[in-house]
């Protein structure tokens, strides 16, 4: 299993990026898909879910309204649209997918947020 993020890169503050996760070697469309990120000093913590098939996503109170998670199973990717981005969301973000409750960790892209 492969997962390879970019996207990531400095970002004035209300600045947007999209991040992508290409996925490899699994059954991407029963696959759970996540975003998480850790910032220097602080605990890894989940930003956004989205549910195999696409039935439904979920977001982490500091994102909700200014993230979006979305897939592509066709492209076997995943994505993270970051709009109106602050200093805080600085941070490497990492994909994560998790199938059959086996738990594949891509190897993060940095996201830094600054003027």
């Known amino acids: 299993v492969q997962l390879v993020e970019s996207g990531g890169g400095l970002v004035q503050p209300g600045g947007s990026l999209r991040l992508s996760c290409a996925a490899s070697?699994?059954?991407?469309?029963?696959?759970?898909m996540s975003w998480y990120r850790q910032a220097p000093g602080k605990e890894r913590e989940l930003v956004a879910i989205?549910?195999?098939?696409?039935?439904?996503?979920n977001y982490a109170d500091s994102v909700k309204g200014r993230f979006t998670i979305s897939r592509d199973d066709a492209k076997n990717t995943v994505y993270l649209q970051m709009n109106s981005l602050k200093p805080e969301d600085t941070a490497v973000y990492y994909c994560?997918?998790?199938?059959?409750?086996?738990?594949?960790w891509g190897q993060g892209t940095q996201v830094t947020v600054s003027s």
């Open positions: 994560k997918a998790r199938l059959y409750s086996n738990d594949y």
């Open positions: 989205i549910y195999k098939f696409d039935i439904g996503t």
């Open positions: 070697g699994l059954t991407f469309t029963r696959s759970f």
